[in-house]
Nanobody, 120 residues
Framework: QGQVEESGGGFVQTGGSLKLSCANS????????VSWYRQASGKQRELVAS???????SYADSVKGRFTISRDNAENTVYLQMNSLEPEDTARYYC??????????????WGQGTQVTVSS
Protein backbone atom coordinates (compact mmCIF):
# COMPACT_ATOMS: atom_id res chain seq x y z
CA GLN A 1 0.00 0.00 0.00
CA GLY A 2 1.08 3.51 -0.67
CA GLN A 3 1.26 6.41 1.67
CA VAL A 4 -1.06 9.33 1.10
CA GLU A 5 -0.63 12.61 2.90
CA GLU A 6 -2.90 15.65 2.78
CA SER A 7 -1.91 19.19 3.66
CA GLY A 8 -3.14 22.73 3.25
CA GLY A 9 -6.11 22.77 5.55
CA GLY A 10 -6.74 25.58 7.98
CA PHE A 11 -9.05 28.26 9.23
CA VAL A 12 -10.52 30.77 6.79
CA GLN A 13 -13.35 33.29 6.71
CA THR A 14 -16.38 33.01 4.46
CA GLY A 15 -15.44 33.84 0.90
CA GLY A 16 -11.82 32.89 1.40
CA SER A 17 -9.71 30.31 -0.39
CA LEU A 18 -7.55 27.34 0.47
CA LYS A 19 -5.53 24.92 -1.62
CA LEU A 20 -5.26 21.36 -0.42
CA SER A 21 -2.49 19.02 -1.53
CA CYS A 22 -2.47 15.24 -1.71
CA ALA A 23 0.97 13.70 -1.99
CA ASN A 24 1.24 10.02 -2.88
CA SER A 25 4.47 8.24 -2.05
CA UNK A 26 3.30 4.82 -3.18
CA UNK A 27 3.24 3.19 -6.58
CA UNK A 28 1.88 5.28 -9.40
CA UNK A 29 1.67 2.56 -12.03
CA UNK A 30 -1.69 1.30 -10.82
CA UNK A 31 -3.36 4.63 -10.08
CA UNK A 32 -6.75 4.82 -11.78
CA UNK A 33 -8.09 7.99 -10.22
CA VAL A 34 -7.73 10.27 -7.20
CA SER A 35 -10.61 11.72 -5.23
CA TRP A 36 -11.19 14.22 -2.49
CA TYR A 37 -13.82 13.39 0.11
CA ARG A 38 -14.96 15.35 3.13
CA GLN A 39 -16.69 14.51 6.35
CA ALA A 40 -18.35 17.10 8.53
CA SER A 41 -18.99 16.45 12.19
CA GLY A 42 -21.94 14.12 12.61
CA LYS A 43 -22.33 13.54 8.87
CA GLN A 44 -21.37 10.85 6.42
CA ARG A 45 -18.29 11.14 4.28
CA GLU A 46 -19.12 12.59 0.86
CA LEU A 47 -17.33 12.70 -2.45
CA VAL A 48 -16.20 16.21 -3.38
CA ALA A 49 -14.16 15.87 -6.56
CA SER A 50 -12.30 13.30 -8.64
CA UNK A 51 -9.70 13.25 -11.38
CA UNK A 52 -8.96 10.23 -13.52
CA UNK A 53 -5.64 9.08 -14.88
CA UNK A 54 -6.78 10.53 -18.17
CA UNK A 55 -7.42 13.92 -16.63
CA UNK A 56 -11.22 13.84 -16.58
CA UNK A 57 -12.69 15.66 -13.60
CA SER A 58 -15.98 15.52 -11.77
CA TYR A 59 -17.45 17.48 -8.87
CA ALA A 60 -20.23 17.35 -6.35
CA ASP A 61 -22.98 19.80 -7.20
CA SER A 62 -22.35 21.68 -3.98
CA VAL A 63 -18.81 22.67 -5.03
CA LYS A 64 -19.13 23.09 -8.80
CA GLY A 65 -17.77 26.42 -9.93
CA ARG A 66 -15.95 26.95 -6.64
CA PHE A 67 -13.54 24.02 -6.33
CA THR A 68 -10.99 22.82 -8.87
CA ILE A 69 -9.14 19.52 -8.77
CA SER A 70 -5.84 19.27 -10.60
CA ARG A 71 -2.69 17.17 -10.64
CA ASP A 72 1.05 17.48 -11.02
CA ASN A 73 2.28 14.19 -12.42
CA ALA A 74 5.93 15.09 -11.92
CA GLU A 75 5.31 15.64 -8.21
CA ASN A 76 2.79 12.79 -7.89
CA THR A 77 0.49 15.28 -6.22
CA VAL A 78 -3.16 16.16 -6.62
CA TYR A 79 -4.54 19.52 -5.56
CA LEU A 80 -7.94 20.85 -4.58
CA GLN A 81 -8.26 24.60 -5.04
CA MET A 82 -11.20 25.82 -2.98
CA ASN A 83 -12.57 29.30 -3.59
CA SER A 84 -15.59 31.18 -2.24
CA LEU A 85 -15.59 28.99 0.83
CA GLU A 86 -18.74 28.77 2.91
CA PRO A 87 -19.34 27.59 6.47
CA GLU A 88 -21.00 24.52 4.96
CA ASP A 89 -17.61 23.52 3.56
CA THR A 90 -16.26 23.02 7.07
CA ALA A 91 -15.13 19.40 7.29
CA ARG A 92 -12.17 17.10 7.41
CA TYR A 93 -10.98 16.57 3.86
CA TYR A 94 -9.54 13.23 2.82
CA CYS A 95 -7.62 12.20 -0.27
CA UNK A 96 -8.24 8.77 -1.73
CA UNK A 97 -5.97 7.19 -4.34
CA UNK A 98 -7.84 4.53 -6.28
CA UNK A 99 -5.79 1.75 -7.82
CA UNK A 100 -6.50 -0.76 -10.57
CA UNK A 101 -3.70 -3.11 -11.52
CA UNK A 102 -3.25 -5.21 -14.65
CA UNK A 103 -4.72 -8.21 -12.87
CA UNK A 104 -7.94 -6.34 -12.23
CA UNK A 105 -7.39 -5.90 -8.51
CA UNK A 106 -8.75 -2.69 -7.03
CA UNK A 107 -7.83 -0.97 -3.81
CA UNK A 108 -7.81 2.50 -2.30
CA UNK A 109 -5.16 4.22 -0.23
CA TRP A 110 -6.48 6.88 2.17
CA GLY A 111 -4.80 9.75 3.89
CA GLN A 112 -5.42 10.87 7.45
CA GLY A 113 -7.21 14.01 6.33
CA THR A 114 -6.77 17.72 6.80
CA GLN A 115 -9.21 19.97 8.64
CA VAL A 116 -10.88 22.90 6.89
CA THR A 117 -12.85 25.34 9.02
CA VAL A 118 -14.77 28.24 7.49
CA SER A 119 -16.08 30.90 9.82
CA SER A 120 -19.21 32.89 9.11
Amino acid sequence: QGQVEESGGGFVQTGGSLKLSCANSGTILSINSVSWYRQASGKQRELVASITIGGATSYADSVKGRFTISRDNAENTVYLQMNSLEPEDTARYYCAVHHLDFGGSRWTDWGQGTQVTVSS
